[in-house]
């Protein structure tokens, strides 16, 4: 049996019967501690059961945890609050961490619209300079300054880094 994580032939087959259904997961040992750590097997299959924790209800919008099951849609942002332990498993298999590891913004608006008046300054004052150098016939010096204009509007209209 292959672990439907990692593809490892030495999966385990972890099975819970709730109500009429099976509930059922192929894992091996490694992955099964990697994405859900310090649970144990029947917290795990508490989280996806119906019987754990199904009615709880956020105090805010009233939306019941069996519903977040149903249709994985949360009411309000209290819900994480208030259905914080039983979404650990969930966020934790779909992201494999529970915090949030990437980049965050680094640059103010401000200093974005700055940094944007520079380079639209910096675009005029190009375009001036090739017309002309186009004038005075000097191919080089045009084509030095037509690379320099494309990188500036690269960084203005392609996503680069100003």
Partial sequence: MRCVNCGNDAAKLYEREDGDRVISVQLCPACFRKLYGDLSEGEFFAAFSDTADGNKECPTC?????????????????????????????????????????????????????????????KRELERRIKAARSSGDDDWVKALEEELSAVNRKLYGGDEA
Avoid: M, W
């Fill in 62 to 122: 009233g939306t019941k945890f069996s519903d977040f099951r149903a249709t994985g849609l949360l009411g309000c942002a209290d819900c994480y609050t208030t259905f914080r332990k039983e979404l650990y498993p969930v966020v934790y298999s779909a992201q494999g961490v529970l915090s949030h590891t990437g980049s965050g913004p680094n640059k103010t608006p401000e200093t974005r619209y700055d940094d944007i008046i520079v380079l639209v300054n910096r």
